[in-house]
């Protein structure tokens, strides 16, 4: 049996505590510990986890000491022991840990808040896999690129995309993230197209795709209003449920199921049990999606806080072992995430 | 000179009492009551402004009298009086009260809350005046219908409109309506594409537009997210925006001024000093306008409820005056209301 | 070994699916089925748990079969086979449902949305917990009850209370209830005192206590704000945190735990992964807590959702068990349902 | 006739573009100017309005000359032209810009964001006008403090009041503040009792007062849930009621207006038509107030972005005219202002 690849969480933040839980259901890897910068209740559950916690940034050990919470060391430390750190520091500090991880020769992921030159590919498990294999620097991209390439994939490999059309309507602040607003009102994002767009190209080289966004007072998730032109269109909308439904990573709720929007979705979740009461997968409701011609019009939901766990655990295994495939990273990645298929 | 054509209008609620007030304003109409089902803060202003009150539905006359509230008569009495009726009821009400209308002799205007056999013709003054001329029965488009419609009829007129695409992105509830939610979360339309393209083309037949709709948590704006494929495209997103600030009815902010999305608008719509501080242009933003070859693509704010207020006095006009025209009517208006163009 | 209580639940709903999981982790108690009126994605929740599901209201039996979901019966048939029902329907409709266990001839209890005349004595499991010893009907008292009679009993117990003054800052909706608002502003309950002081005296009949209520907009959690005039008041707020500390049902946190207010409750309680991420326990802050004399304020919060699910289960116990007392009762429903106690 | 007071305003933005407009409106005051740190739509409306524009911190010529901005000179300048200078600076900078109003020789009026010792007194119309009179660096205190002190005002000098207990509901942010959350929570403010009590007895020295406070997601106004122990109390409510409605600067809401909470009351402050749409009383409602024998219960809604505002302009006609009292002083800010007595 292969030796586990070691991995450091870089952040027990809104990411990184959900990547440790992920990486610590894996059996083929081992988590070896995680960073905090100051004492709080997130440091805490690392420690009732049995997560060595160890120190980043400007921490104060003296501040951890206050709090009883036990400290292994510093980042640094952490380093030498890993194969693998999974960088969920803030925006943009991940591009300055960079020359950290190389000084240690640890291969590194970052996330889709850094820009795409700060890792050797962005990846997507469902969209390029294989272009992970073998790199040192993987780039996981963001929440709305995730959940853009997944859809992507599924989509562009029955029928072909001729062109994608979205508006992301996005949640303002994580649920924690009292700090944020707006409070009342919409905020158009003044970007057009929207950066997302050429992020999904980071995925899908060639795709034509034109994205807008506004920020919505919101904490829940994010909804995409896709429009697609398909290149070789199924007979009807039934065909495309009948796609997403046999996808991984899509859940597909049915009328029946009264899930009106994100509150819903988010109560399903709650109910199902995973960490968090998270939604690793792409929200499609039948009732919101419909082929005319081949014009497809759908709505999805997308879990802004874990839609990227199952991408970065997939991009472990891509980077460190070349002989696995998508399909089967997939679903080793899915069946120990308890990731359950959508009823039939 | 011409008599005044003598106005009821039924309802004093967020339309009614807005009409109530632009048609005072107008120099060649005179309202002769307002109508109201039961005592409140509002039915106290249309008193205290001098409307005389009518009672309708189940409105029980003792009510009225405990509260202070003098009464001329019920909505029978007030039809009586005069040549017009803008119906301002609940949404599906409307239709109930074309019976009694037709009955009473007089033309009507109706809201987009009915649909649009309730009336001979649908209406938007910059659309279609005319299409009102001599009509006895109208029905003022809604307020995202017409936030469309204008903008279609800038745009068209000018350019052409090969196809056009919008999401809208619906406020969930007016600022007093304090029972509606939802209070954290995205709700999907799930009418795909959404009504809305239809009624656009209740106005202009030809348009070939495809329409989708979230309603969000915030009471200020709808915002429009609109990708619109032109003929005859002009030269850059700079020729739009002038033509944008040379139509009546739109307001385009300029980046110095540093509104960022639509609390900022009704921010600025507060200090102008309008009735209820209303925002009766369509909203359009410098910034958050693209023009890439024929694809233009652009954000625009909708205050929903106070933009069909200058329609309805067009709608006034063009069926009781054979003779005016949109351009005359709608600076008539919009001089009468206090509607500033925006600055060069 | 004793036979194990046999029990329905009457209504899946918010209350209903959580009572359900909680009965069902009771090596005491059994769970024979749970009652739905239509399908829905909670109605697959219970099938997908193995609870066996009965219809009850108007529910059609052909809606179920549709989407998949088998049924065991109506909620009659149901009846037949428990020694006690659990109440969850909406508020008032419970009480209608009375009629129906009593010709049954099963014990019930109701939930704190129904009157107190409802059942023979209204429960909370710190407070008057032998009141329930075997009573037939049961009431345990609502959320907001629930969680000032906790924080009564600890404080009275030790210290004496004098008077005590609560305002409640009600969330308006639970998270999934997105038909509800305000989504901006404040509505003061205009009943003064409210309805809780009293309510709370079904508990403590003795008590001296005054509460006043406002409607917010967030779905996560009410927050109390108390004033407590002690009669034997400790040395100073630490012994007052001691004590919160040393009860069970509560969650003191510490500064150093960054929990700022309801977003990171919550978030917190995500982390500690119970069923639907609930937090059973009155929360309490160490630095939103502070004895001035004998004048004690301090906030706590309550999560609407799920702080009467332990009451429900002791209630269940104390009424089929008249052996049992609370300290034994509350011991074995806390470690059944992973309560951990605070950290010291 | 005395020579009018020369005013300017420093800062122009949720308080100083009100102050200004309400100096403009007084007979015995002049506008001299206001000053803009950067270009905006606000600045926009000052100059639209005709009001000499200045440039304040570090704002940038070419910033407004690229606007269209017309200035007329810097602050110093603007300072060496006027009797007295309102700072609507933001919180803390009032204090930093005392130094250069005591340069220039000039009265100066400061924001309650500032600590009292910014000013020789601090001041309420109602509470301490005289306190005012012939003092060169006077405080108004904050919308919160403010609205306590009118309240306390009418209950003291009436009955007098033993103990005042309040709970302050604050909204987290204005209106135009897209950036200041939470969007779905509740903050307790972790200082007990809060530091509007020690405020108000800026005010009322004698006053036995407590005071706490939390924040919760709405923009409008802030509500005060107030139990008032009064020494020698009236027959009953309605005693209570009178004196409020007799009371200058108080709004009370009846019944049948159906204002059900602070959604409502805006809407009415729209319709009322005053600038910004500002409700400058404090707002009760007879439903929401109960006397129990010495014990007084009620609410009352504050607009925190314009109670101050007579409060203001009463302090500039106390600061420079020592024969002036508070009656007439408010009587006439009021008549000035539009505020309508409510009516009987």
Same mark, same amino acid.
């Given at each position: 049996m292969a030796a586990k690849v070691r991995v450091a969480v870089n952040g027990y933040g809104t990411i990184g505590k959900r990547v440790a839980d992920a990486v610590a259901r894996q059996s083929d890897m081992e988590l070896i510990g995680v960073t905090k910068t100051r004492p709080s209740f997130e440091a805490r559950r690392a420690v009732d986890a049995g997560y060595p916690l160890y120190l980043a940034g400007d921490a104060a050990p003296a501040d951890f000491a206050a709090a009883g919470l036990p400290v292994a060391g510093r980042i640094e430390d952490l380093l030498k022991q890993v194969d693998l750190v999974v960088d969920a520091s803030p925006d943009k500090v991940g591009k300055a840990n960079a020359d950290l991880y190389r000084a240690a020769g640890v291969r590194a992921i970052f996330q889709g808040?850094?820009?795409? /030159?700060? %890792?050797e590919a962005s990846f997507n498990a469902l969209g390029n896999f294989s272009a992970a294999h073998g790199k040192r620097f993987v780039r996981v991209v963001s929440c709305n690129t995730t959940g853009l390439a997944r859809a992507v994939a599924v989509l562009s490999a029955k029928w072909g995309v001729e062109h994608w059309e979205a508006t992301l309507v996005r949640r303002?602040? /994580?649920? %924690?993230?009292?700090?944020?607003?707006?409070?009342n009102g919409i905020l158009p994002t003044f970007q057009l197209p929207s950066h997302h767009g050429p992020d999904v190209r980071t995925i899908f080289p060639e795709l034509s795709i034109a994205t807008t966004a506004v920020v919505v007072p919101t904490t829940l998730m994010h909804v995409h209003v896709n429009h697609v032109r398909l290149?070789?269109?199924?007979?009807?909308s039934a065909d495309v449920i009948t796609a997403f439904r046999a996808a991984p990573r899509f859940r597909v709720f049915a009328p029946?199921?009264?899930?009106?929007g994100t509150p819903q979705v988010m109560e399903f979740a709650r109910g199902r049990g995973l960490p968090f009461n998270d939604m690793m997968e792409n929200v499609v409701w039948e009732a919101g999606l419909k082929l005319d011609g081949a014009d497809l019009y759908f709505f999805q939901a997308i879990h802004q806080e874990s839609i990227v766990i199952p991408e970065n655990i997939d991009a472990i295994r891509a980077m460190t072992n070349p002989s696995v495939d998508a399909g089967a990273s997939i679903a080793q990645t899915d069946r120990a995430l308890g990731l359950a298929r959508a009823p039939a």
């Open positions: 808040g850094e820009k795409s /030159d700060v %890792a303002a602040a /994580d649920p %924690a993230e009292s700090k944020r607003g707006p409070i290149r070789r269109p199924p007979a009807g029946w199921e009264h899930v009106d």
